[in-house]
């Protein structure tokens, strides 16, 4: 039963549908991180949780005006009336006591919240008075708060012309005291509390006043002759915040159960006001036994969170805290919440005197004007708490029971856990958060609040700030001296989240010691590795460029505990190791040398060939900074740092570009280190590029197979190349010789069209001096490229005193082919320091008389491209290239620059398209470079600058980028695993999409094809086809010419896309493969010099973009193939042909096939989605096989032939690779065997260049080889010899098997096209195309079958590619 259910439509799959589950099992390649990002870091937010002004009140003035026993005249009070002043009844003593009393009781309240405040009490005084103690306040306080409490129930209300009241000497007059006096004695800053009948006019003739002290500034700044003029400038009364007890309008409540100092005793006695107000209202009856008089009984002491009124206390503080940041704005909550102490506690309680005071009809006033929070929802959570406290208050007294602590905290708690889990990405942040930072206090609920707080934060940046700006930082900072070991994962998660946010916290943790903390988690083995990881990146953190961290971190032993951890098995643990190593020993020498006395930099070796890219990444950036420290050098430390570079030079031809990336800047520290010797090399290998004549590639190469001119009005448009890893035609100086674009002129001299050749041409005037600066580089790619190939076979002992093979030299060579790397953003780097050090090597030999002449001060104008124009135009022309007037450019235009250099003075030597902006703010000395005295000053300040940019200009951002996981979160169901996600839903549509594709060619092959020439398709290409590719599921095929690559949709019959592969102009296309076909398709294209490029974004309306670039086979220069061994082996395979008695016919087919290159395979490769294994191989002696999740080489099998590999196919089941050869034999490898072992099979049955060796993927599959003369050959793998062989024709130049339908056709340079079956009966023969007249088909250039459907896409060289399907009917 349960097996039919599993297998019933409700429940989702038919049988047939399971088998296709398979493409969910499938790995994908190249969709890490790494590859859909670019490598930066997150923009900083601005954090303004920081107080830049804490203030403190330091002085408080108590003025009261009571005038006990005597009413004032305008108020009539009711009888009876309220008459409690600071909870003593006036009358119950003589009126001086009572006076004094009273004050002494308000300055003890006030106590409570500023104990250390000065207090000063004015008791019914003079205006003198008034005016003696705010001066002497202010004086003392500085640029301190002051505090003016008045109290004015003894007199008249104020006045509307601004005044308030006080008393003549004797008692007999009411004096008014204008409040513009008071603002002149007060100053600023200064809190006001006004305590009386209509006090809310004080409040607006205190503004008023203050505008008009402001105009009388503006007047007098103004008019030098004005009274104000030559006073010094009084402070702003803008920042003044002002208490007052009710509006302009109101009079104070006289309820005889209230005390007539309502408002004060609500500033100042919250807690009792609030339970006596509680106490008064109808609800309270539903607690039996609780009085007025109970209520002075509460046991405890406010500050003592475990008694009741503490704890009620705490609740209350909690509340208000949280309703003030629920319902004030940020920066409004941070000056009056978190700035000043006192002032926080004045306005919490302000918030219950609302709250109280509304319910007689009075509202409280204040300035900054708050919105209403009296009807806020956290106050029901307040009368619940006093409600539970209260009701336990008769048994606690009476009987001395326990006190049952309130469930408040822990229900709060809950709440935001629901908020967490429950709720949606975009809402409101949480009501709770400020009390969870109340909650930390506790031990009690501790551990729980640090778990939710860690949980909050893991939301993202957004969360992180809301969480500083509450004020969790002390907590947190405070909690690192907790020696509670179940605080440790918690305490280590949320500072990860802080720091990754925010890396100035830094200094503060280094200041309280709380890197020891993290030294000791780290150090720590029972740690599990991720919580040990967040250690390490917060000990990279406070090391970061701060100097201070790393004297701290490198004294608590950082280095040897991070040692101890590099070998680690958790990845992200040894990356941080490696990168935290990296930081603390950046321009820091004391810590280098600590790391050479721990053989740090030999333990770091290790790390290079460690599986993962990010982590071979972050050992790369540890031992560049390692040699890139500016101390003095002794001859230890110069072969320490020769080491290092000889190991980290072995990475030229890693896998990921992030390394290559990482690698450039690591070498760049030694350029800068030793830029003398560099400098020497530079020079030596410019004389040789001049004086040595390389055989151009460019000028072997036949006229044909330039990019021939494109002509009438449907010229294509190239899709410009957007993307951080750009081709190189629109970052480098990658230019193509002038012959190129003069042949894509029209002769009108029209708009030129998007050839690949003209994308890297660009005009520019030229400065008098190449300098980096103008983005003019010295050496352009032509000239680096031929450096390179000179320094590989041509004698460089000639060096004036660096000897041939020294380190300078090698590590010259690995820049020089870096420059050459495939990825843009690496040839980039490599050649802003190749360019330095030409720029700075021809500068120091240029003659004197040059540095004197006037033409050196003009500024070149700044490049016309700006942000890419001319990729971005639609047809206008690119400007003539203009020529360089350096003696080192070589004529070179100047590459386009994507984004126009901002105009700056000439020739400082920077590095880069865009200089910093603090570029130009060196230090001017000249120590290092001091030339003599009779050297020009100004150039050695260049020299300084250009020093310095170096290393400014030089970062890849890695470890900003790899610092972003920790701000991302990490508790998060990725999306791809969330089953109702979008990308779930589009994956699950494409697997089904899949699914069908397999379903119905299968039905159709297997029905079996008796014809395939009825033709689908057909149009005229951009350029001639080389190597076409069917997309597996998509009615999309991808055809490539000699540097650039077009994508049809053959069902529709459109063109979708046409873009530059960026390879060099003497290489071409001759591979191409679909990776993830099944799922999120890139596309591999492999070029003859050995490169493979990754292209995401293709054929849809996106831009192209470049996933990455590596050398795939590093020794198939195409120079060194012409010119050397390659060229010979490659011509002896030709001899071997003629041997085995080939006719002439084979041999034009053989020139034919291989062009432009004298004989050559070009790059071969086979692709292995199933375990993401990539074969390549082709002019070389090896199949080399590349791991795509490592990024990695992981076996060079030899071939053990002295000719090129030609074709390539693997069976992942069986562990075989099979290779046809030029020399026409058929060799299987297995590849689980040594490297002298594994070549298993070796057939000799062909006689001539192999076109074709296929293995089916079956488990007895068989190998099906063809070769140039037409003879079909089939083999089993374990027997010696062919089992069966077919003739087709002769003059083979392409050929296809399909995979499913047992069907190959082959076609021939005379223009036909053959389809056979299995048994070798022709089926079809196609020699014309269908409509145009019946144009005949020009000769095959490349054909391929649809690996499921019946379709063979056919490209020749008249420029056509059409697809051919079985007959209708059938489909």
């Not at 003894?154 to 509307?160: A, K, N, S």
């Not at 560049?624 to 001859?635: K, M």
């Not at 050929?1295 to 036909?1312: E, K, R, T, W």
Request: hydrophobic letters at 40%.
């Amino acid at each position: 039963m349960d097996a039919e259910l599993l297998h019933s439509p409700v429940v989702g799959l038919t049988e047939e549908e399971e088998a296709d589950m398979s493409d969910w099992n499938l790995p994908l390649a190249f969709m890490k991180k790494r590859h859909l990002e670019k490598i930066e870091g997150s923009r900083a937010l601005a954090q303004s949780w920081r107080m830049k002004d804490r203030m403190k009140t330091v002085s408080v003035a108590l003025v009261l005006c009571l005038n006990v026993g005597v009413d004032p005249p305008d108020v009539v009070k009711t009888s009876p009336c309220a008459r409690l002043e600071c909870w003593i009844d006036p009358l119950s003593m003589s009126p001086q006591k009572a006076l004094e009393t009273i004050g002494a009781n308000l300055q003890k309240q006030y106590e409570n919240w500023q104990p250390r405040a000065r207090y000063k009490q004015s008791l019914d005084p003079t205006v003198d008075e008034v005016k003696k103690l705010c001066t002497s306040l202010r004086r003392n306080a500085k640029e301190e708060r002051v505090l003016f409490h008045y109290n004015g129930h003894g007199v008249p209300r104020p006045t509307v012309n601004g005044e308030i009241w006080v008393f003549n000497k004797n008692y007999t007059q009411y004096i008014p005291l204008s409040i513009y006096d008071l603002q002149t004695w007060m100053g600023s800053p200064s809190i006001f509390v006004y305590d009386c009948s209509n006090a809310g006019i004080i409040v607006k003739s205190f503004k008023q006043f203050a505008l008009q002290r402001e105009q009388e500034l503006e007047v007098a700044a103004i008019n030098p002759n004005h009274p104000l003029a030559q006073m010094p400038l009084p402070p702003s009364m803008k920042n003044c915040i002002q208490l007052a007890a009710c509006e302009a309008s109101e009079l104070l409540p006289m309820n005889p159960d209230l005390p007539a100092d309502l408002f004060t005793s609500c500033l100042t006695t919250p807690i009792k006001i609030a339970l006596r107000w509680f106490c008064m209202q109808k609800s309270a009856k539903l607690v039996p036994g609780v009085t007025l008089d109970l209520i002075e009984k509460i046991p405890g002491r406010l500050n003592d969170r475990r008694t009741p009124l503490g704890e009620l206390n705490w609740i209350f503080t909690a509340i208000t805290d949280t309703i003030a940041w629920n319902v004030l704005p940020r920066d409004l909550f941070q000056k009056l919440f978190r700035q000043d102490l006192l002032v926080a506690s004045l306005f919490r309680n302000f918030l219950l005197a609302e709250r109280i005071m509304r319910s007689y009809n009075c509202t409280p006033v204040s300035s900054p004007r708050l919105p209403p929070t009296y009807m806020h929802a956290m106050w029901q959570a307040w009368d619940l708490a006093v409600d539970i406290c209260l009701s336990q208050l008769p048994t606690i007294i009476e009987e001395g029971t326990a006190f049952r602590h309130s469930p408040f905290f822990a229900e709060q708690l809950t709440a935001f856990q629901v908020w967490l889990t429950m709720g949606v990405e975009n809402r409101n942040p949480p009501e709770q958060l400020p009390i969870v930072l109340q909650v930390l206090l506790s031990q009690v609920h501790r551990l729980r609040a640090l778990d939710l707080l860690g949980r909050f934060l893991d939301l993202g940046p957004w969360a992180v700030s809301l969480a500083l700006s509450v004020g969790i930082f002390p907590y947190v900072l405070k909690l690192l001296q907790s020696s509670a070991r179940e605080l440790r994962p918690l305490l280590v998660f949320i500072w990860a989240k802080i720091l990754a946010v925010d890396s100035s916290c830094q200094a503060d943790l280094v200041k309280d010691n709380g890197h020891k903390y993290f030294l000791s988690v780290l150090a720590d083995p029972y740690m599990p590795a991720e919580h040990r990881t967040m250690a390490v990146f917060i000990l990279a953190v406070i090391v970061n460029n701060y100097n201070t961290g790393q004297e701290a971190c490198l004294q608590g032993n950082l280095i040897s505990i991070c040692l101890e951890q590099l070998s680690d098995p958790h990845p992200l643990l040894r990356q941080w190791v490696a990168i935290c190593l990296g930081r603390i020993w950046q321009n820091f020498d004391s810590a280098r040398w600590c790391g050479v006395r721990d053989s740090a930099h030999e333990k770091l070796y290790s790390l290079l060939s460690d599986p993962i890219p990010e982590v071979r990444c972050a050992a790369v950036f540890a031992l560049g900074t390692f040699v890139g420290n500016s101390a003095e050098r002794t001859d230890h430390s110069t072969t320490i740092d020769h080491n290092v570079a000889m190991m980290l030079a072995q990475l030229i031809n890693d896998g990921s570009p992030v390394v290559r990336k990482e690698l450039v800047v690591a070498l760049s520290h030694l350029v800068v280190q030793y830029e003398s010797n560099f400098c020497t090399v530079a020079l030596q290998f410019m004389e040789e590029e001049k004086n040595y004549a390389v055989p151009s590639p460019g000028n072997t190469t036949e006229p044909g197979n330039l990019t021939p001119v494109r002509d009438g009005p449907t010229l294509p448009r190239l899709r410009p190349v957007n993307s951080y890893t750009n081709i190189r035609a629109a970052t480098t100086a990658r230019n193509l010789n002038k012959s190129l674009q003069n042949l894509n002129l029209n002769e009108e001299g029209g708009p030129v069209t998007f050839s690949p050749g003209n994308l890297s041409a660009s005009s520019s005037a030229s400065s008098t001096l190449g300098s980096p600066d103008n983005d003019e580089y010295l050496l352009s790619f032509e000239t680096i490229d031929k450096m390179r190939r000179v320094s590989s076979y041509s004698s460089l002992n000639s060096l004036i005193g660096v000897s041939f093979n020294s380190v300078y030299t090698q590590i010259w060579r690995v820049l020089l082919h870096l420059a050459a790397d495939p990825f843009p953003e690496v040839s980039d780097l490599a050649m802003k320091v190749l360019n330095s050090i030409a720029y700075k090597a021809t500068m120091n030999t240029r003659p004197q008389k040059i540095l004197d002449s006037g033409s050196l001060t003009q500024s070149a104008p700044a490049s016309p491209t700006s942000k890419g124009t001319l990729i971005h135009q639609a047809g206008g022309s690119p400007p003539i290239p203009g020529v360089s007037s350096s003696s080192l450019t070589n004529e070179v235009p100047k590459p386009p620059t994507r984004e126009a250099p901002p105009s700056r003075p000439p020739y400082t030597p920077t590095l880069g398209n865009q200089a910093p902006p603090h570029s130009h703010q060196f230090s001017r000395t000249r120590k290092m470079f001091d030339k003599g005295p009779d050297q020009m000053a100004e150039d050695g300040d260049e020299a300084t600058a250009h020093r310095n940019f170096i290393s400014v200009a030089l970062q890849t951002g890695l470890c900003d980028w790899s610092a972003k996981y920790f701000a991302q979160p990490v508790m998060k169901i990725p999306e791809e695993h969330d089953l109702e996600s979008q990308v779930r839903k589009e994956r699950e549509w494409r697997f089904l999409r899949n699914a069908g594709v397999r379903r119905h060619s299968q039905r159709i092959t297997q029905r079996g094809i008796a014809r395939l020439d009825d033709q689908i398709f057909i149009n005229r290409n951009p350029g001639v086809p080389s190597v076409v590719k069917f997309h597996p599921f998509n009615p999309c095929i991808a055809v490539a010419d000699k540097d650039s690559i077009c994508f049809w949709d053959w069902e529709k019959g459109e063109r979708l896309d046409y873009f530059y592969n960026g390879n060099p102009r003497y290489t071409r296309i001759t591979a191409m493969e679909y990776l993830n076909g099944h799922d999120c398709s890139l596309l591999l294209t492999a070029t003859d010099d050995g490169a493979l490029r990754i292209w995401k974004n293709f054929a849809d309306q996106r831009n192209p973009e470049m996933v990455t670039a590596w050398q795939g086979l590093s020794d198939m220069l195409p120079t060194t193939r012409v010119a050397g061994k390659a060229f010979r082996n490659c011509s002896t395979s030709r001899d071997s042909r003629e041997n085995h008695g080939c006719s002439g016919l084979a041999r034009r087919v053989s020139i034919y096939l291989d062009r432009s290159k004298q004989g050559g395979a070009g790059m071969v490769v086979d692709w292995e989605q199933e375990t993401g294994l990539l074969m390549t191989s082709g002019d070389v002696r090896v199949i080399r096989i590349w791991d795509t999740e490592r990024e990695m080489k992981v076996q060079d099998i030899p071939t053990g032939a002295d000719s090129c590999v030609t074709s390539l196919s693997c069976d992942p089941q069986r562990s075989l690779v099979v290779a046809g050869l030029g020399d026409g034999s058929v060799r299987v490898y297995d590849r689980r065997m040594a490297p002298n072992e594994c070549r298993v099979m070796t057939y000799r049955e062909h006689g001539a260049w192999v076109v074709k060796a296929h293995v089916q993927r079956e488990t007895n599959g068989e190998i099906v080889s063809v070769s140039v003369n037409g003879d079909v050959r089939f083999f089993e793998a374990r027997t010696p010899d062919s089992v069966n062989v077919l003739q087709t024709v002769k003059g083979l130049t392409a050929l296809d098997i399909h995979p499913q339908a047992n069907l190959f056709a082959c076609g021939s340079m005379n223009q036909f096209i053959a389809v056979y079956n299995s048994n070798g009966d022709v089926i079809s023969n196609i020699k014309y195309y269908d409509g145009f007249m019946g144009q005949r088909i020009g000769a095959i250039s490349c054909l391929a079958f649809h690996p499921y459907w019946p379709h063979l896409a056919v490209g020749s060289n008249d420029y056509y590619m059409s697809i051919y399907s079985a007959e209708k009917r059938l489909r």
